[in-house]
Nanobody, 112 residues
């Protein structure tokens, strides 16, 4: 059974940083692209970033490019999302996804 467990969210002020983690189990982690998506209150799910199975390539939504960095550690079956320069519009539940599954999400709230 595929399991994805996100953590690292919280309440921060604009300009601050967070590091999200996604611990994966139940599949061969190193074979799959990992993707982060988010859902803001009252809005649809939005693509944030993805990273190839070996970590050699990554992509970002324009809204987060230059502020967020995705990475992975295949030895730990974990994917990360470093969130820098947070803005109020980054407030959302962040989910990691792969192989048709999604975790329970972690809440990020950016507010002064």
């Amino acid at each position: 059974e595929v399991q994805l467990v996100e953590s690292g969210g919280g309440l921060v002020q604009p300009g601050e940083s967070l590091r999200l983690s996604c611990e994966a189990s139940g599949f061969t982690f190193s074979r799959y692209t990992m993707t982060w998506v988010r859902q803001a209150p009252g809005k649809e799910l939005e693509y944030v970033s993805s990273i190839s199975n070996d970590g050699s390539s990554a992509g970002y939504a324009d809204s987060v490019k230059g502020r967020f960095t995705i990475s992975r550690d295949n030895a730990k079956n974990t994917c990360y999302l470093q969130l820098n320069g947070l803005k109020s519009e980054d407030t959302a539940i962040y989910y990691c996804t792969t192989v048709g599954s999604r975790g329970q999400g972690t809440q990020v709230t950016v507010s002064s």
